[in-house]
C-alpha cells in the first residue's frame, strides 16, 4: 500500500514562506508525477503545481502561484517539496500531495492515484 503523508503547513502572514514536504512509501513505490493540490472552503481541490518522473523532473504550475511556489523533488527520498513564497490570504487552504502511477506530466486530479490527508496553510492579512 502506497502513503503520502504531507507535513510542513501552518499559520503564516500574507508575504510569508512556508515548506511543504511529502514523503511516499510503500513497498514497490514509483510514480510518473507526483504533486500538490488545494482546496479552500467551499471550492473545488484546484491544481497547484506537479513535477515529472526522474530524468527531466518536467515542472507545471497553476498560473495563480508562477514566481511564488517551488516545486521540487527528492528521488532518492521518494520525497516532493512546494516552498511557497509572497503567500496570500488567497492561498489559505487544504494541500495535498499526489501522485500519479500512469501519467508523466499529470496536472487533472483524476490522473493522480494516491492523495496525502491533507495539511492545512492559512495566510492572514
Known amino acids: 500500500q502506497v502513503q503520502l503523508v504531507e507535513s510542513g503547513g501552518g499559520l503564516v502572514q500574507a508575504g510569508g514562506s512556508l515548506r511543504l514536504s511529502c514523503a511516499a512509501s510503500?513497498?514497490?513505490?514509483?510514480?510518473?508525477?507526483m504533486g500538490w493540490f488545494r482546496q479552500a472552503p467551499g471550492k473545488q481541490r484546484e491544481f497547484v503545481a506537479t513535477?515529472?518522473?526522474?530524468?527531466?523532473?518536467?515542472?507545471n504550475y497553476a498560473d495563480s502561484v508562477k514566481g511564488r511556489f517551488t516545486i521540487s523533488r527528492d528521488n532518492a527520498e521518494n520525497t516532493v517539496f512546494l516552498q511557497m513564497n509572497s503567500l496570500k490570504p488567497e492561498d489559505t487552504a487544504v494541500y495535498y500531495c499526489?501522485?500519479?502511477?500512469?501519467?508523466?506530466?499529470?496536472?487533472?486530479?483524476?490522473?493522480?492515484?494516491?492523495w496525502g490527508q491533507g495539511t492545512q496553510v492559512t495566510v492572514s492579512s
Open positions: 499526489a501522485a500519479s502511477r500512469r501519467v508523466t506530466g499529470a496536472t487533472l486530479w483524476w490522473e493522480f492515484d494516491y
Open positions: 513535477i515529472s518522473d526522474w530524468s527531466d523532473s518536467r515542472t
Open positions: 510503500g513497498r514497490t513505490f514509483s510514480s510518473k508525477t
